[in-house]
């Protein structure tokens, strides 16, 4: 079955018992993985990590994972990423068999339309399909209202639209800063309150924004000794090193296509003033510096790796200061080599 923007919200939040399969794909994943927590909390649902190479050796493995009993008598989900067609045999069997103890969920990227796992998620009554692509604008602003009904918050559009912004239209970071703001301004489901401006500059993401996109300037720029002070200041048992990662993909995705027409010939001047974004006289500067020392390639370089640190830190309960630190750290040396 295939869910829209309309009500996958719904389904996650109150799953139907009888689903045995969660697909979410698309280029958005941090949206995927977002739904795909959700959709454990509702369940009330421990994660169970099976590798998609597992299944493809032994599909038999995820109708057994699916079917096998909880040694500690809680519930519990299978969790599948990367989800790939290496996974299609075994949800297929999945499908066509009785109903599993626990439903399985896989995070994928982008899937054709002729994609057959894509198809079995979309024709079965007993799964669910959704494609995840980035809100923008309003959709940005509708996203941010709904979560925040979650936590008892009513947020009104320019409060939304901040909140969208400062989180770079990330789902997994809103939740996060929006779960924070609830308990700042005592709501609940059970008693409602409005998210005003004043509660966001009290407490809101802004400042912890500004510090994490820092330490992302300071790898691609170079700066290896102020970076490890930096890091050395992170509280250890903390749960930074997603949003950290995120700010530095999100400033991998304005450096990359400004760098790409540089080397076709365009002048950094234009590029910079016309990169459909305002930016900072203090953040021109540092801008201009990392374009200055990095190829397109290399930063796609960096920006895989960063992909491939972030599925890692997602399998973690808690986030592990100490592989970001390193892999930040990596980035930095190489910046400071060009």
């Not at 320019?158 to 700042?184: F, H, M, P, W």
Request: proline share 5%; aromatic share 4%.
């Amino acid at each position: 079955m295939k869910a829209s923007a309309a009500t996958i919200g719904r389904a996650v939040d109150q799953p139907d018992a009888a689903t045995r399969f969660y697909l979410f794909h698309g280029p958005d994943e941090s949206q995927s993985r977002a739904f795909g927590a959700r959709l454990l909390e509702a369940l009330g649902a421990a994660k169970f990590v099976l590798a998609a190479g597992a299944v493809k050796s032994d599909p038999a493995a995820l109708v057994d994972e699916a079917n096998a009993m909880s040694l500690f008598g809680g519930r519990r989900a299978i969790w599948i990423e990367p989800a790939s067609k290496d996974i299609e045999e075994g949800v297929e069997a999945l499908l066509d068999g009785p109903p599993p103890e626990s439903p399985v969920v896989a995070i994928a990227g982008a899937l054709t339309a002729t994609s057959t796992l894509r198809k079995l998620a979309e024709g079965s009554p007993h799964s669910l399909s959704f494609a995840a692509y980035a809100p923008e604008g309003e959709s940005a602003q509708r996203m941010v209202t709904d979560l925040g009904r979650r936590f008892g918050l009513k947020i009104g559009p320019s409060v939304a639209a901040r909140v969208a912004e400062t989180c770079g239209n990330d789902q997994a970071i809103i939740t996060q800063e929006l779960r924070k703001l609830a308990l700042y301004v005592g709501a609940s489901t059970e008693g409602p309150r409005e998210l005003e401006h004043q509660a966001i500059d009290e407490v809101g993401a802004e400042g912890g924004e500004g510090d994490f996109q820092r330490l992302a300037d300071l790898a691609l720029g170079g700066e290896v000794q102020q970076l490890a002070d930096e890091l050395a200041r992170l509280p250890a048992a903390g749960s930074e090193a997603i949003p950290i990662v995120r700010s530095l993909q999100r400033r991998l995705l304005m450096l990359a296509p400004m760098r790409a027409r540089i080397e076709r010939g365009e002048g950094l001047d234009g590029v910079m003033t016309s990169t459909g974004r305002t930016l900072f006289f203090k953040e021109k500067a540092k801008i201009r510096q990392i374009l200055t020392k990095w190829s397109a390639p290399e930063l796609a370089k960096v920006a895989d790796r960063i992909g491939n640190l972030e599925r890692a830190l997602m399998f973690t309960t808690t986030p592990e200061q100490e592989a970001l630190g390193e892999e930040l750290l990596t980035i930095a040396r190489k910046a400071r080599s060009l």
